[in-house]
């Protein structure tokens, strides 16, 4: 696996130096998922990393997963990507998706799965999330306090 860095801005505004597994590595140990869907040879090496500590396990392929990792590969075709995102949508309902800059995906494709962008490494890797739960926050009108109520209404 090639290593990877990119450049984050700590609290105090200072530059330093960090490899892009290693913030995949937090991620996942901030998210500790219990099932965990690796798609991909060097995923799956950086997943049993996460699970050699003992928390969690690797999800088959067929089976659902609280998490799924992948690397998209610059070899893979632009609709064999978009066939892999979303085969791992419909699997877990997070993603954590490592690629390059416009290779095969540009950054419009990433939107269009309703992933964002988490970190970027100095050699065009670029990390994206997609976590169902923090998707779209249910809007404030979206409640019971306006909804209709038909005993206030006037006849």
Not at 95 to 102: G, M, N, T, V
Not at 108 to 137: C, I, S, V, W
């Amino acid at each position: 696996m090639a290593a990877m860095v990119t450049r984050m801005v700590t609290p105090r505004g200072l530059k330093c130096l960090m490899r892009i597994e290693n913030l995949i590595l937090a991620e996942l140990r901030q998210r500790k998922p219990a099932k965990l869907l690796a798609e991909g040879m060097a995923v799956q090496a950086l997943a049993q990393d996460y699970l050699s500590a003992g928390e969690g396990a690797l999800a088959a392929a067929s089976e659902m997963a609280d998490l799924a990792l992948a690397f998209i590969d610059t070899d893979l075709q632009r609709e064999a990507a978009l066939a892999l995102l979303g085969h791992l949508k419909q699997r877990a309902p997070a993603l954590l998706i490592a690629a390059r800059e416009s290779q095969p995906l540009a950054f419009n494709d990433f939107l269009a799965f309703g992933m964002q962008r988490l970190a970027e490494a100095d050699d065009g890797q670029l990390l994206y999330l997609f976590d169902l739960h923090t998707y779209k926050p249910a809007p404030d009108w979206l409640n019971s306090k306006y909804w209709a109520h038909p005993e206030l209404w006037k006849p």
